[in-house]
Each structure stands twice: as C-alpha cells, then as structure tokens.
C-alpha cells in the first residue's frame, strides 16, 4: 500500500476530511517554501481545525432554528435612538451569557426587536453559545404537551443545555391559566443557570394581564430583571421608517 492510500485511509479513520483533502497541495507549499515538519504539521492542523469550527458554528446556527437570519450590522441604529448601538457591540461580546445575565427588548409592534434578538442570538453562536429560538406561543404549547405527557422535567433539561434561549413575541398571544404557570416554571428554572433574551411589546405593569396572577407576575419580574440589560424601544414601526428611507433612497 502507498503512502498516500495509507494517508487516505488514516485521516478517514481519524476523521479528519480537511486534513485529507488539504495535504498534498500543503506539502508541495511546504516543499517550495522549503519549510520543517513542525511548520507543515501546523499547518495541516489548522486547517483541520478551522474547518471544525465553522462546521460546528453551521450545526449551532442550524439548530437554533431561526425564522429568518438577521444580524446587528444590518440593523440601523439611527432608526431609533433610544437605543445605544456600543452597548449592543458590548453585548454581542457574550460577556453576558457567561454570567447568567438576561436580555429583555420592549416596544411596540414593528421596532425591530425580532430582528435585534436574532443578532444578538447569531453574534452568540460565533461566540461557541448554544442558542435556541421559539417564539413565545410556540414554547407554551410545547411546555402544555410535555405537562399532558408528564415530561415536564425532561424538557426543561434538554432546553437547560442551551446557553442563551430566545424567546419572541412574549404577550401577542394570551395563555391559559395552566400555560401562564408552565412558563413561569420555565423561566424560573434558568434563574442563574442559563440567559435568556426575550422580546415583548407589552410594559412590565401589563405584564399581569398575561399571567393573570400578581404576585406569581412580581415573582417573575423580580427574576428576570435581577440581573438583566433592558432595552426600550419606543417611537414609530421602525419597518415602516426603514421602508421609507429605503423608498426615499431610490428616488
């Protein structure tokens, strides 16, 4: 057997497809560069390990399962000054996932709040977090059907697994009496243990309409703004000023 069907056969053993298919152009660049094993080696090795990388970063963003993939340097700050676009690229660090912090966008309809989420969720996927999003509706019937199955503490463990959870559109949709306390639970049972980034278009005081019961409200609110970054988007539908801008552009 050859020494390059030999090579084949280990780096596919070892699994190493980069490797592979990168060491013959690499030996004839080290032989023209008249480089040492240990520079080719290297070589080879970062290769495989950059192509590692980014494969997991596509597993990561696959299973994140976004609707639509948005990211921050696409969002136009000057759309809403409310908000502090230095705080976000301090933010998109993921200094905040590693200390349990929350992530709390209020505002109306049309704000960008999705779009801001979703960036943020992206810079945190190049960060090497595991994120998820499910809009808010969507987690209340899956946390209904693991209740009805009793399941409850199996999904709260593989939902526990991600690092940063997204959940969107907290307060479009009204819940039942038994899914208002299945979410309580859920966001309960990441106080501390894991962030989450939520999007709402309903103020804090309307937030008991939601889950209908005062004091479980103030509970809820007491945790996930303890250690949380808030960030209040107000004025007009910040689609319909892009919209415009963008209309206003090509004429």
Known sequence: ???????????????????????????????????????????????????????????????????????????????????????????????????????????????????????????????????????????????????EEQKLSVLEKRWLKFDVVIVDELGYVPFSKTGAELLFQFFSSRYERASLILTTNLEFNEWTNLFGDEKMTAALLDRLTHRCHIHLLNGESYRFRQSMKRQEDER
Do not use: C, W
Not at 73 to 96: C, Q, V
């Open 1 to 147: 057997m050859t020494t390059e069907l030999l090579l084949d056969h280990l780096t596919r053993q070892l699994r190493m497809p980069t490797l592979a298919k990168q060491y013959r152009s690499l030996a004839r660049e080290a032989e023209e560069h008249n480089l040492r094993y240990e520079d080719y080696l290297l070589a080879l090795l970062e290769a495989e390990a950059q192509s590692r990388e980014e494969n997991q970063r596509q597993r990561r963003l696959k299973q994140a399962r976004f609707p639509v993939h948005k990211t921050l340097d696409t969002y136009d700050f000057s759309l809403m000054p409310s908000l502090n676009r230095n705080h976000f690229l301090t933010l998109a660090k993921g200094e905040f996932v590693r200390k349990k912090e929350n992530v709390i966008f209020l505002g109306n309809s049309g704000t960008g709040k999705t779009h801001l989420a979703i960036g943020l969720g992206i810079e945190m996927i190049q960060n090497g977090f595991k994120t998820k999003f499910i809009t808010a509706s969507e987690l209340v019937e899956e946390l209904l059907t693991a209740y």
